[in-house]
């Protein structure tokens, strides 16, 4: 079992940053891909970034591309997920979840545990 606990969410003007953090507890979190999703009300739950188990391999959606990192820091059974130059349609609940299986990693059916979500509001 593996418990997910998002943080850093919060209110932020376009153009700003912010910085979550995805806390997970189990001695297992070294071994899986993470990633993370967002969703607004209304819509699907949609794929943002995940990286691999080590860290030396990354994917985003495009509409994050070059503007949203994520990272890892398997010692303190953590994954990051660096946002800069926010826009109003970044404004969402954000979601990190772990893939322990082979599937395709933008799905969330890919996914095997999710945290409760950080709401991020981006006002313009």
């Known amino acids: 079992q593996v418990q997910l606990v998002e943080s850093g969410g919060g209110l932020v003007q376009a153009g700003g940053s912010l910085r979550l953090s995805c806390a997970a507890s189990?001695?297992?979190?070294?071994?899986?891909?993470m990633g993370w999703f967002r969703q607004t009300p209304g819509k699907e739950r949609e794929f943002v970034a995940v990286i691999n188990w080590s860290g030396s391999n990354t994917n985003y959606a495009e509409s994050v591309k070059g503007r949203f990192t994520i990272s890892r820091d398997n010692a303190k059974n953590t994954v990051f997920l660096q946002m800069n130059s926010l826009k109003p349609e970044d404004t969402a609940v954000y979601y990190c979840?772990?893939?322990?299986?082979?599937?395709?990693?933008?799905?969330?059916?890919?996914?095997?545990?999710w945290g409760q979500g950080t709401q991020v509001t981006v006002s313009s």
């Open positions: 189990g001695r297992t979190f070294s071994s899986y891909a």
């Open positions: 979840a772990v893939k322990r299986s082979s599937g395709t990693y933008s799905y969330m059916r890919s996914y095997d545990y």
